[in-house]
């Protein structure tokens, strides 16, 4: 089991997505995503497979929660920077978000 200390290590921060691609060379369907985490952090990258219920339209600007301070990890040709959140349900992955507009790098307390 998982402990507090465990927990604490997690640096979950929100952040805005603002560039949104295919992910061509993905071995199952997938984004690459730009994700502004303010200041402190910047600009990082990573790989969702969050296709079959987002579009790549209604992505840009939305604000996620994402593990920042987890190594990079390669992911076919992309460097995949941080870990974005999200519940896998029936109808495929949905994001987690704050439920109103806080700024970029605030820190999931």
């Known amino acids: ?32 995503l730009e994700i502004d985490f303010g200041e402190e952090i910047g600009i990082k990258k990573s790989s969702a497979q969050i296709t079959q219920i987002y579009k790549k339209e209604d992505l840009i600007g ?27 349900s029936k109808d495929g992955v949905v994001l987690i978000s704050p439920d109103r507009k806080v700024e970029n790098g605030d820190k999931l307390g």
């Open 1 to 32: 089991m998982a402990n507090i200390e465990d927990f604490i290590k997690l640096d979950i921060r929100v952040g805005t997505i603002i560039k949104v691609e295919d992910f061509e060379k993905a071995k199952k369907p997938a984004y690459q």
């Open 62 to 88: 939305k604000q996620i929660l994402a593990v920042v301070n987890f190594a990079p990890r390669q992911i076919a040709n992309f460097m995949s920077e941080v870990l974005i959140l999200g519940t896998y």
